[in-house]
């Protein structure tokens, strides 16, 4: 079993930065792949971006490549999403997710654990 708690959310202008965390329980997090979705009003829940078990291999969305940043600390338990020049398309809940495998994938069926989500709004 993996618990998963994001942080992070929250207000900005168009242009500004956000950082997202995912703290996860237990002592085996580097052999679970985490990622990123997001899933705004009337939407499905998309992928943003995911990374492997060691940290190695790492996947982002066209619509956010360039902007944001996903990263990890196995020693803290904690999974990471630097978001930089944010838009108002950005805006959504945010969710991280956990697979108990190396690689990450894009699909939320491929996700064992999910985390309550983080509200991320960005004005224009």
């Known amino acids: 079993q993996v618990q998963l708690v994001e942080s992070g959310g929250g207000s900005v202008q168009a242009g500004g930065s956000l950082r997202l965390s995912c703290a996860a329980s237990?002592?085996?997090?580097?052999?679970?792949?985490m990622g990123w979705f997001r899933q705004a009003p009337g939407k499905e829940r998309e992928s943003v971006s995911a990374?492997?078990?060691?940290?190695?291999?790492?996947y982002y969305a066209d619509s956010v490549k360039g902007r944001f940043t996903i990263s990890r600390d196995n020693a803290k338990n904690t999974l990471y999403l630097q978001m930089n020049s944010l838009k108002p398309e950005d805006t959504a809940v945010y969710y991280c997710?956990?697979?108990?495998?190396?690689?990450?994938?894009?699909?939320?069926?491929?996700?064992?654990?999910w985390g309550q989500g983080t509200q991320v709004t960005v004005s224009s």
């Open positions: 237990g002592r085996t997090f580097s052999r679970y792949a």
């Open positions: 997710a956990a697979r108990p495998a190396q690689l990450g994938a894009t699909m939320t069926s491929q996700y064992d654990y």
């Open positions: 990374i492997s078990g060691v940290g190695g291999v790492t």
